[in-house]
């Protein structure tokens, strides 16, 4: 789809979106029941309130999608970032793997990571800055069944409470126990070799005294095989929780160590090379790093020596070289401890401390594409076709062939060679939080005041570029033949090379009041005032020298008022403006240092406005938000290493509808839709669309239950449609929008046993979610995850 027709709908949606509102809201009030289903119309949220106070999700004046631990098994995501899809107004890249996933939101900029993205348990931030380069929040966290639901919460009063998020704040609840013994335990199996192990048990230890343990174990080559067992990992959890006369004490822990295959762009251009490709194998997992540029063949700075030349790593003899294991992959090593307390200190006083503490490592491990893959017989034909590729052979001599490092083989000149960089990105990161509020209830309404205070740490090493060529196919080698295959060269393209360590401090005051204006008319308030706080060193090179020292100290004031009115006791609407911001993570300074130095303090300023419509009745949930998001000052580099960064303005506007329908006859259908204008209105590419990011996205989910005596089916599907999307914000790539078909069944027998079945991807649909960011004239580019077929057998009591 052209970005003309996608405009020319958006202008249609906005001319008709009140009117379409009226419409509903007219024929709400002519035919909605008076009867409402309990569990749509009293579910409740306790995201996006101040101190995480309970609040009916239909009361609520700020656009909030929840999933249930049901409807997540039913999903069965393949990974954190991928249960995000069920959000509307959120595009979730997750093809990258379990980890590494890239997570967009509203329009706001983005193209790597999650920046706008941060992923809370029990109401904690797991890591307060949502992105660091290599690591975006739902890295840090694993589904399984110790969760029980998911919230998901859109812009609203984000801003000012807890780590005053402007973009997408995702709370998983944990499970807890209570005074009848309960628990699962579940095998799940796949097409792919998946084994994996679920479970949790959850009862009473002591009078209002209740637990929850938990966790998984799993193993698999990975759904892109790998020829190993790349993807591995186990997880627990324990949840203590302590009902008092006057309050409730929770306690938990959640240790996790999962790794993954981190899947990367391929070419596009090479026979064979389909969604089920991964070029990490058993012959080429193992590869060898030089840190140190002296033998680097690039200028990439024009300066006329190689870039970052020089430098071992400390406590090591220049050139230092070790051998990494690419099959390490991409994952987390950690922990997360944290808790809260809740007392009713006086009659209508009540009093909230939130806290928690994250520490662990963070590693990225990969085989990253460099430019595009190349035939061999055109590279003998003819130098130009890649010229880094410099032949060692005689490309006029039919005797003389490259060959396989490993095998020894004669590598035909039908086949392609492709520079894949060893990368390797270690970090060790370490979080405190604690959110301290006190909340005076009276008959109008509610006065809360706070105080959030977290501190955040990195240490980390790069080693970026370290190129060789390889056979482009499933565990391709390394080959012989190419001039900087040479292991004295340190590598085929660009190597940066760098060691930091970052410490970032936010102390921040809130106070929030929400109160009843007029019957069915509810105002709320939020202010936030933070000051951050940032100490960054870089050694760029590893050569014991620091190129870059940062002391940033700065202090903003984050704001939100709503009006939430009630038409009736089924249907109501809100109207709601929020001012706030993103402070800049450590790799802001680093990748911004010039803009930095000539006084832009690279904090994003974040308006947002936002108009909503809620109808419930005993067969219709209906929440949709028109939306417009104005981010200045948003700052852009592209992947290669260090470099200048591009600052921008974008806005974006749209609606996101979330709904669903059931009868008495079984039969369920949810609706999950987002439409979205976006643009660059000043800095660089100006009038070019968000990166990334659909003009419109569909999902419908139909489900319908069956009774067969003791065994109750239920059979579901989930259609999802997406329109064509900008590779870059160059608006270079085009990614064709794709459609994607999803079916399952699930039988229990006897209300214990359970078998799930389900296919992902039926059609075995070929799209991609990107194209090359860190080259994007390469014809190389990521497919969405390929048909899979999995398997769970399990038990509940």
Known sequence: MTTHSINNRLQFLCRCWPAALLLCISSGIATAQDEVADTAIEEIIVTGTAGGAELRKFDASFAITTASADEISMYQPESTADLLKLVPGVWSESSGGVSGANVMVRGFPGGGDAPFLTVQVNGSPIYPPPTLSFLENTTLFRLDETVLRMEALRGGPNPVFSNGQPGLTTNFILREGSEETQGMAKYTTSDYDLRRFDGYVSGELADQFYYMIGGY??????????????????????????????????????????????????????????????????????????????????????????????????????????????????????????????????????????????????????????????????????????????????????????????????????????????????????????????????????????????????????????????????????????????????????????????????????????????????????????????????DEGLNGQVNLAIDFDETETSWTVAGNYQLTDTMGGFLRLNQGSKMPDFDSFRDNRGAFANGNDLIQDIDQYELGFKWVTDSLSLYATGFFTDVTNTAFIALTGAGAGQLSTQESKGVEIDGTWATDGGFLLNLNAT???????????????????????????????????????????????????????????????????????????????????????????????????????????????????????????
Request: net charge negative; proline share 4%; aromatic share 10%.
């Open 217 to 538: 174990v799993s193993s698999s080559p990975g759904i892109r095989d790998a020829q190993f067992n790349s993807d591995e990992g186990h997880q627990f959890t324990i949840n203590l929780t302590k009902d008092l006369e006057n309050g409730t004490i929770n306690v938990f822990h959640r240790n996790t160590d999962d790794v993954g295959t981190w899947y990367l762009p391929v070419a596009l251009n090479v026979p064979g090379v389909d969604a089920s490709y991964n070029q990490l194998g058993t012959m080429n997992r193992q590869r060898q790093i030089t840190y140190d540029n002296a033998n680097d063949v690039v200028d990439n700075n024009g300066d006329g020596s190689p870039d970052f030349a020089g430098g071992g790593f400390p406590g090591h003899p220049d050139p230092s070289e070790k051998t990494v294991n690419i099959g390490d992959g991409r994952g987390w090593d950690g922990s997360m401890t944290g808790g809260s307390v809740t007392f009713e200190i006086l009659d209508g006083w009540e009093l909230t401390d939130r806290v928690s503490y994250t520490a662990g490592n963070a590693d990225t491990l990969g085989l990253v594409p460099d430019g595009a893959a190349v035939q061999i017989s055109a590279l003998r034909a003819n130098q130009a076709a890649d010229p880094r590729a410099v032949l060692t052979i005689d490309p006029g001599d039919p005797t003389e062939f490259l060959t396989g490092s490993v095998s020894g083989r004669q590598i035909a000149n039908s086949e392609y060679i492709q520079q894949f960089g060893a990368w390797e990105v270690r970090k060790d990161i370490e979080a405190f939080t604690n959110d301290l509020s006190l909340a005076k209830a009276w008959d109008w309404g509610t006065v809360t005041a706070g105080y959030y205070t977290a501190n955040a740490t990195v240490e980390e090493w790069w080693s970026l570029g370290n190129s060789r060529y390889e056979v482009v196919q499933s565990g391709g080698e390394v080959v012989t033949g190419i001039a900087c295959n040479d292991p004295a060269v340190d590598s085929c393209g660009f190597n940066y090379d760098i060691d930091a360590t970052g410490d970032a401090t936010t102390n921040a005051f809130y106070a929030a009041t929400t109160f009843d204006v007029v019957d069915r008319l509810t105002i709320d308030v939020g202010v936030r005032v933070e000051n951050y706080q940032v100490n960054y060193s870089v």
């Open 675 to 797: 439409v979205l204008d976006s643009e660059i209105t000043a800095g660089d590419n100006v009038g070019n669309e968000t990166e990334r990011q659909p003009g419109w996205q569909l999902r419908l989910t139909p489900s319908y239950e069956l009774q067969f005596g003791d065994v109750e089916a239920t059979v579901y599907g989930t259609i999802s449609a997406v329109d064509d999307r900008w590779g870059e914000r160059a608006n270079t790539n085009l990614l064709e929008g794709y459609e994607k078909i999803d079916l399952g069944l699930l039988l229990r027998i006897n209300e214990a046993f359970i078998v799930q079945l389900a296919a992902d991807n039926i059609a075995d649909e070929e799209a991609l979610t990107e194209s090359d960011p860190r080259t994007a004239t390469a014809p190389n580019g990521r497919y969405i995850m390929p048909r899979t077929f999995t398997l769970s057998v399990g038990y509940e009591f």
